[in-house]
């Protein structure tokens, strides 16, 4: 009887060779959007876009690293800056009261396997987890991808800007910090024995650390990206980050603090991807009646 009320749309016969209908398909969605709300699927999947091609960005991530890389190399050559620049961090961690960078040591030493444990996840953890975290973006969420990688690069060119300007010595160089190189002593080391001399990496660009910075990255990123609800655990990584690279003696605790903050300018720089969401739909019973326009509101 409700189908007979006028103004009330229903279902109509069906003429010779045509199958009835349920009601009229939305103007604004279209048969294929009204079939896919009627399926469920009204959140848009998160960080889902056109994906950059791929031969154009590694060699663009390639670019970039051959650009850290040698640029860190050319800023060689400052010894007596990179340790006079050290006696003012180590004074001004003092001066802030922040907790010696020796009770970390302290803590890694208790045990040899541990000690080599945190050399080796400052070996070899680093440049791994930061490209399996662009990988894993690019091939699932391109466009945090982007969004990733255009802050990464932000950062880095940052850090390197300030490696030029600012050469620091490493608390495991500075006699009044009396810390021990724990690599140098237990393994494994990536830096060579003679700092001056050392032709794969610039010892002395302390300020900022990228270990944490990028591995601080890497976790946003992944909250960012993912929606499990266990997803905060990821801050576990720049948080053993942050204990590896003072316990070995390589960084001071400013070095992180400056790298988490030039992070945070370069989040504020690059605008994060969206996350849109359509209407929910309500489902109706094959052959139901439509309801009229306005009925919802």
Same mark, same amino acid.
């Given at each position: #009887?409700?189908?007979?009320?006028?103004?009330? /749309?229903? /279902?109509?016969?069906?003429? /010779?060779?045509?199958?009835?209908?349920?009601?009229?398909?939305?103007?604004?969605?279209?048969?294929?959007?009204?079939?896919?709300?009627?399926?469920?699927?009204?959140?848009?999947?998160?960080?889902?876009?056109?994906?950059?091609?791929?031969?154009?960005?590694?060699?663009?991530?390639?670019?970039?690293?051959?650009?850290?890389?040698?640029?860190?190399?050319?800023?060689?050559?400052?010894?007596?800056?990179?340790? =006079?620049?050290?006696?003012?961090?180590?004074?001004?961690?003092?001066?802030?009261?922040?907790?010696?960078?020796?009770?970390?040591?302290?803590?890694?030493?208790?045990?040899?396997?541990?000690?080599?444990?945190?050399?080796?996840?400052?070996?070899?953890?680093?440049?791994?987890?930061?490209?399996?975290?662009?990988?894993?973006?690019?091939?699932?969420?391109?466009?945090?991808?982007?969004?990733? @990688?255009?802050?990464?690069?932000?950062?880095?060119?940052?850090?390197?800007?300030? =490696?030029?300007?600012?050469? *620091?010595?490493?608390?495991? #160089?500075?006699?009044?910090?009396?810390?021990?190189?724990?690599?140098?002593?237990?393994?494994?080391?990536?830096?060579?024995?003679?700092?001056?001399?050392?032709?794969?990496?610039?010892?002395?660009?302390?300020?900022?650390?990228? =270990?944490?910075?990028?591995?601080?990255?890497?976790?946003?990123?992944?909250?960012?990206?993912?929606?499990?609800?266990?997803?905060?655990?990821?801050?576990? =990584?720049?948080?053993?980050?942050? *204990?590896?690279?003072?316990?070995?003696?390589?960084?001071?605790?400013?070095?992180?603090?400056?790298?988490?903050?030039? *992070?945070?300018?370069?989040?504020?720089?690059?605008?994060?991807?969206?996350? @849109?969401?359509?209407?929910?739909?309500?489902?109706?019973?094959?052959?139901?009646?439509?309801?009229?326009?306005?009925?919802?509101?």
């Amino acid at each position: #009887m409700a189908a007979g009320i006028r103004g009330i /749309p229903g /279902p109509r016969p069906a003429g /010779p060779g045509a199958k009835p209908t349920a009601g009229p398909v939305r103007p604004d969605v279209g048969a294929e959007g009204a079939e896919r709300a009627d399926a469920g699927e009204g959140e848009a999947a998160p960080g889902r876009g056109p994906r950059p091609p791929l031969l154009r960005e590694l060699l663009l991530v390639t670019a970039l690293f051959l650009v850290y890389k040698f640029g860190r190399l050319f800023a060689n050559g400052h010894e007596v800056r990179a340790f =006079h620049n050290a006696d003012r961090v180590w004074d001004a961690e003092r001066a802030l009261h922040l907790p010696g960078e020796g009770a970390v040591q302290q803590l890694l030493m208790h045990g040899e396997p541990l000690i080599r444990a945190a050399n080796t996840y400052y070996a070899a953890v680093h440049f791994p987890a930061t490209a399996a975290f662009l990988v894993w973006l690019y091939l699932r969420r391109p466009a945090h991808y982007l969004w990733s @990688r255009r802050v990464l690069a932000l950062l880095t060119a940052a850090a390197l800007a300030l =490696h030029l300007l600012v050469p *620091l010595a490493p608390p495991r #160089m500075l006699a009044a910090a009396g810390l021990v190189d724990t690599a140098r002593v237990y393994g494994p080391s990536v830096y060579g024995a003679v700092p001056e001399t050392d032709s794969m990496a610039n010892q002395f660009a302390a300020m900022p650390s990228l =270990h944490f910075g990028w591995a601080l990255m890497v976790a946003i990123g992944l909250i960012a990206a993912t929606r499990s609800r266990w997803r905060v655990l990821w801050l576990l =990584h720049p948080l053993v980050t942050l *204990l590896v690279i003072v316990g070995t003696a390589n960084h001071y605790w400013l070095d992180a603090l400056a790298a988490a903050a030039l *992070l945070g300018l370069a989040l504020f720089a690059v605008r994060a991807p969206g996350h @849109r969401t359509a209407t929910p739909s309500v489902r109706r019973p094959p052959g139901a009646a439509a309801l009229p326009v306005g009925a919802l509101r």
